[in-house]
């Protein structure tokens, strides 16, 4: 929620100046956890030694040194990227060490569990390596991974690493963005994109290896293509499947696929100090900042690696430590760089992180737990965590996904921590106390699997012919409840028959990179004649952050985005910005006129023409709907009718089936407006501080009752 983030920014800058007055230190905030920990960790205690570098954390002086994990100590190298060439960071890698003996490995078995420290080079090295080794000869060498951002930024430095344009013999795939060509032969992609490939090539055939990354991330995605692969192994005697994870669960991969084998890189870490916060942290954001200054105004050497949960946390935490920065400019003895990194950041903006501060001045990368374990930003010695995660939740109880902030796990904390002592010896600063850690942080992260929404996947599967999905081989499988649940919104949106089979519906909403009610309303608007306008909506919201708001300039911004509102619908209010961005030559000055990214708009234009690609070859016609506006809504309404909310008193909304609270998002265009139609439906339900709908379109209540006959009836008030 902008509106709040941005007052509680304001509001945070008063607070610490009436702190800094008080001169309340808050480094007595801290206790540190003692042989406790250690315990917990099951961590040998070092011998407690003076640390020179460390004079200025005097407060600190009780300090016991853990090493998280008890590699072998190594020369300090934390300034190595400065002076080596791409090939020596590339032999100074712990995976370098033992590269033969990994491939004699891998010649030997078709499937190897491969473990190693984050950062000891599996994800940039083990593909050259299979490369190297003549396997690509065969085939392309395929490495998924789970987040977009990680499959990016890795094969562009592979690219580099290879002396290669990105794109060429190294390239990458993430959905609506294919950055390859014939010529390659390291393919980096989403595991999502993997999956997709597999719908039209069940044994992946153009690969002679894949290397499923970050398995202990337990992705969705990843999840349903370990059951795949493990039989497409068997099909394929020639394919080499190699799945890699931080640390962890290796037994568990090894069982999963028949006791293969497993190898594990020796790692090569340093000690990290873990500090608890001694009290309760009502507002992390608050609470990481003045760590980051505090660490910042202390001197020690070394960046900054905070965590937040999301993207509103990140940007606020950013701007407010900016702006701390800039009042407390006088006593600062280094600049500070402040860099945020989420999925949705352009990606010119998310390379930065990775560059190195120019000499004097100190890094502070803000992240989401991007950087837990699929980037790795050299440097870092301070880590601030302030122990939450956003995850996306599905709800079988009320039927729907919903996306709020979860404690982490403790084995995430760990990883957190861990990536203050990868460089050099470093501090993690936990916002959080040491018994919130051991009695309100689940051991692990519940799999992804077992807690959302699965109707892609069921309806990919289907279409694989995977007919009983509850014997699927699932290395932890779902809850019942929540594939009979995703079956149901599938049989609802005409996806399943009644017997559970495919129907033709169903089958071409496969076709789609979409989620099942998107490609749905894509279906829908071809039959009512608005697919001109679904295809241009249903691309805005397939590239989130359209509109952007500068601080400093909110009112402006505002003000602006006001000018595209369509009252009845935010559906609407994107269309009318995209055909508008038409009107003017697809102009990028006139998006940054409007405060809307000119990278966002393009990237919709690319996505709409993949839909459309993909629409012809469905034989769907595309055809405007003129002036008939209602029809556009009605077609929002054959997709979304399982989302409605109605009305209930002034400006509140109760969802239709369950009755739950639901609110307009500030930003929406029918917030305020005065205009407040009986029923909407929405495309997602947020939680931040309440539920909140985003995307919402007026709807007419016969609408819900044609279009939903399975939920809704009208009835004749007397
Ligand atoms: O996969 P794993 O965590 O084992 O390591 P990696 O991602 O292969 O990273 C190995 C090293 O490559 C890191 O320590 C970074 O120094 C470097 N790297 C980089 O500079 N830029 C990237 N985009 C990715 C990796
Ligand atoms: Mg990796």
Same mark, same amino acid.
């Given at each position: ?10 509001? $945070? ?72 060439? $791409? ?22 078995? =078709? ?17 050259? @390596? ?14 998924? #991974? ?41 393919? @980096? ?25 970050? /398995? ?42 028949? =006791? ?23 507002? @992390? ?35 407010? $430590? ?11 003895? $280094? ?44 440097? *870092? ?54 018994? #919130? ?42 809850? #019942? ?12 949106? &005409? ?29 829908? /608007? ?65 998006? =940054?006129?409007?405060? *809307? ?12 023409? #993949? ?14 709907? &003129? ?15 399982? !989302?409605? /909310? ?18 307009? !998002? ?53």
């Amino acid at each position: 929620d902008m509106a709040v983030c941005a007052r509680n920014g304001s509001l $945070l800058v008063r607070k610490y100046r009436e702190q800094k007055e008080r001169k309340k230190s808050q480094r007595k905030d801290w206790e540190l956890a003692g042989s406790k920990l250690g315990n917990i960790l099951g961590i040998k205690k070092e011998n407690d030694k003076e640390n020179p570098d460390e004079g200025d954390e005097s407060d600190f002086k009780s300090s016991q040194r853990f090493s998280q994990h008890m590699g072998k100590k190594n020369e300090a190298t934390s300034d190595f990227a400065k002076s080596k060439t $791409l090939e020596q960071q590339r032999q100074f890698l712990p995976i370098y060490a033992v590269k033969e003996e990994l491939l004699n490995i891998i010649r030997d078995n =078709n499937i190897v569990v491969v473990i190693g420290e984050t950062g000891s080079g599996k994800t940039t090295q083990l593909a050259q @390596y299979l490369h190297e080794d003549g396997y690509s000869k065969y085939g392309m060498i395929g490495c998924t #991974q789970p987040r977009r951002v990680a499959a990016m930024s890795v094969a562009k430095r592979v690219s580099e690493e290879m002396g290669v344009s990105l794109g060429e013999e190294v390239g990458y795939a993430i959905r609506f963005e294919d950055v390859t060509s014939e010529k390659t032969i390291l393919k @980096y992609m989403t595991d999502g994109i993997l999956l997709r490939e597999s719908l039209r090539e069940s044994d992946l055939d153009t690969y002679s290896c894949i290397i499923m990354d970050e /398995a202990h991330e337990r992705s969705l995605n990843t999840d349903v293509l370990f059951g795949l692969l493990r039989d497409v192994v068997t099909r394929r005697r020639d394919l080499k499947l190699i799945v890699t994870s931080a640390t962890m669960d290796a037994e568990k991969f090894c069982h999963f696929f028949g =006791n293969v084998p497993n190898y594990t890189i020796p790692g090569r870490t340093f000690a990290v100090d873990i500090l608890f916060s001694k009290n309760v942290v009502e507002d @992390y954001v608050e609470a990481a900042v003045k760590q980051a200054l505090q660490i910042h105004v202390q001197g020690r050497k070394g960046d900054i690696l905070c965590f937040m949960p999301g993207q509103e946390d990140i940007e606020v935490t950013c701007d407010t $430590l900016t702006v701390f920065y800039l009042s407390l400019f006088w006593k600062m003895l $280094l600049p500070l760089a402040v860099l945020p990194i989420y999925s949705q950041l352009p990606s010119d903006l998310q390379a930065k992180i990775f560059q190195k501060a120019p000499d004097g001045i100190r890094k502070c990368v803000v992240a989401t737990n991007i950087a837990e374990t699929s980037l790795t930003v050299d440097g *870092i010695a301070f880590v601030i965590d302030p122990g939450f995660c956003k995850l996306k939740v599905f709800n079988s109880r009320i039927g729907m996904d919903s996306l709020s902030v979860f404690p982490v796990s403790q084995a995430n904390a760990n990883q957190r921590s861990g990536r203050a002592g990868r460089t050099e010896s470093g501090v993690a600063y936990r916002l959080y106390t040491l018994n #919130q850690y051991k009695h309100e942080m689940l051991l692990a992260s519940v799999p992804e699997i077992q807690r959302t929404n699965l109707a892609n996947v069921v309806l990919l599967l289907k279409s694989l012919g995977v007919q009983d999905l509850l014997k699927f081989h699932f290395m932890d499988p779902p809850p #019942q409840d929540n594939i009979l649940n995703s079956m149901y919104q599938l049989w609802i949106l &005409g996806a399943l028959d009644n017997t559970g089979a495919l129907t033709s519906c169903g089958r071409s909403m496969v076709e789609f990179p979409l989620d099942p009610p998107l490609s749905k309303m894509m279906i829908v /608007a071809a039959e009512m004649g608005c697919s001109a306008e679904i295809l241009i909506i249903v691309s805005m919201l397939s590239v989130p952050a359209i509109f952007y708001r500068p601080t400093g300039r909110e009112e402006e911004s505002d003000t602006k985005r006001e000018k595209f509102s369509v009252p009845e619908s935010d559906h609407m209010t994107l269309l009318n910005v995209y055909q508008q961005w038409k009107t003017n030559g697809y102009s990028a000055t006139w998006c =940054n006129d409007h405060f *809307i990214h000119a990278k966002a708009m393009r990237k919709v234009r690319e996505v709409r023409s #993949q839909l459309k690609e993909i629409a012809d070859q469905q034989k769907m016609k595309i055809v405007s709907a &003129g002036n008939e506006w209602d029809v556009i809504r009605k077609c929002i309404c054959a997709a979304y009718f399982h !989302h409605a /909310a109605r009305l209930k008193g002034i400006g509140e909304y109760v969802n239709v089936r369950t009755g739950m609270p639901c609110h307009l !998002h500030p930003t929406s265009s029918l917030f305020g407006m005065g205009f407040t139609p009986d029923y909407v439906v929405y495309h997602e339900l947020v939680m931040t501080s309440k539920e909140y709908m985003q995307n919402v379109t007026a709807v007419e209540g016969e609408w819900l009752a044609e279009l939903g006959p399975m939920f809704y009836s009208v009835k004749e008030s007397a």
